[in-house]
């Protein structure tokens, strides 16, 4: 049973100015356990529903980018970019690759910031949100701790919260915040609720995602990283239950972009009552709507992603034919060549070096040369120097990742119909970026 609970706040008089020295009752809100909670959703939910996993599972099966993988990995990295621009972290997609290349290869010099380093690695930990913890056995606390972890690199920060948090208002008192989750001693019981309902399969795996979701961001159990360990949730879950096996949805950038419609929604989840009464119901829905229209909209935006992916999958061999026609030699590349594979791992590798060839297509040395040569022959990719090392940089993949993030933070999906509400990289053209 969801319920508000009074609470005082005794004054702080050490606080630095007199409106935060305040004492005074404030409403903390504890959440019902998810695990008996008898959910039933409309008529009409459950045909949303439908529409949303169709639209999802499409994915799987389309012929785009060679199967999910591309796609996956053009995604993902576009999630971990615009979520750490919402977090304050604001980087270039190529510094972001260059900080992922550093991961798996010796870099000399200093060839990106701290900041990329830090969404390079938000990119890992996605990954292995969407693997590992999904994979495991079942969902439980110390993944979830774990993966909070990951996330926060200041150990000052980990571990569920032992104080009272709130969102919003003063940093020095509850009286006046958006929303006061439940107080610390509720955590750990509510916690261990929800990992087993995540770990479990009572709902569809959409609804789960949405509930696993608003009832963490509800709950709120760390001082910090809730909204970065929430979204990979959504991720976990979805992964968990087989419906997004490779691909990473941008469904939480689709909610942080519906702000309003999200906060309204959450709002509504946070009801007062039993569970099973009509107020519960009609609040379920109301935040399955916007979780569903958004996980809608996401698939939709990943489709078409996919669909700019296999055109310049299919432009790239063009510009191979073409030189190749220009060098008298035969068209477009053998099927199964190393030419061939490296171009159609390029939304996944947008940038490479030779080791990188070498390592992940397990060729040799020669080989991982002569294509990397040839793509940068029909301008495919550009060679740049990496401090000792050169790198080949396929520029219309870094381009299509700012156009996705500008895109992805419209509220109609088309910057030219409704502008960004949040900061973004400015257009390719315009941004000097190579």
């Not at 569920?160 to 006046?176: A, K």
Request: hydrophobic share 40%; net charge negative; proline share 6%.
């Amino acid at each position: 049973m969801g319920k508000w609970h009074d609470r005082r706040w005794a004054p702080d008089l050490g606080a630095p100015h007199r409106r935060d020295q305040r004492g005074g009752i404030y409403q903390a809100y504890e959440p019902g356990p998810l695990c008996t909670w008898p959910i039933v959703v409309s008529v009409e939910m459950s045909e949303l529903l439908a529409r949303a996993e169709a639209a999802v599972r499409a994915l799987a099966v389309g012929p785009e980018v060679g199967g999910l993988e591309g796609l996956a990995r053009f995604l993902l990295r576009s999630e971990a970019i615009a979520s750490s621009r919402i977090e304050g972290l604001s980087v270039s997609p190529q510094q972001v690759a260059l900080a992922e290349l550093a991961q798996s290869e010796e870099l000399t010099g200093k060839s990106f910031s701290e900041n990329a380093r830090l969404v390079a690695n938000n990119i890992t930990i996605l990954r292995n949100a969407a693997s590992t913890l999904a994979s495991a056995p079942t969902v439980d606390l110390a993944g979830i701790d774990a993966l909070h972890h990951a996330l926060l690199e200041d150990p000052d920060l980990h571990d569920l919260r032992t104080t009272q948090n709130w969102i919003g208002g003063s940093d020095y008192h509850p009286l006046e915040a958006q929303f006061v989750p439940p107080p610390a001693s509720y955590v750990p019981s509510l916690m261990e609720d929800l990992v087993a309902y995540a770990s479990g399969g009572t709902h569809s795996p959409i609804v789960q995602a949405a509930l696993v979701h608003a009832q963490f961001e509800t709950i709120h159990p760390y001082r910090d990283g809730n909204g970065r360990v929430g979204r990979a949730l959504i991720h976990t879950v979805l992964t968990r239950r087989g419906l997004t096996p490779s691909a990473i949805l941008p469904v939480s950038l689709v909610l942080l972009t519906r702000d309003r419609d999200y906060l309204d929604g959450l709002t509504a989840f946070r009801f007062d009552g039993d569970p099973g009464s009509a107020n519960a119901r009609e609040a379920v829905d109301r935040w399955l709507q916007v979780f569903v229209a958004a996980t809608i909209a996401a698939a939709e935006q990943a489709a078409d992603f996919a669909h700019q992916l296999s055109d310049l999958h299919d432009q790239w061999l063009q510009q191979l034919a073409t030189r190749r026609a220009e060098q008298g030699t035969r068209g477009r590349p053998r099927a199964g060549s190393t030419t061939a594979r490296l171009v159609e791992r390029l939304p996944e590798f947008p940038l490479f070096t030779i080791r990188t060839v070498q390592d992940v297509l397990d060729v040799s040395d020669v080989a991982a040369r002569a294509a990397a040569d040839e793509l940068t022959e029909a301008h495919i990719v550009s060679r740049r120097r990496i401090g000792s090392t050169t790198g080949y940089f396929a520029t219309d993949v870094f381009e299509l990742l700012t156009i996705a993030e500008r895109r992805l933070a419209s509220t109609r999906w088309d910057t030219r119909e409704a502008p960004p509400n949040r900061p973004v990289p400015a257009l390719p053209a315009e941004d000097g970026q190579p």
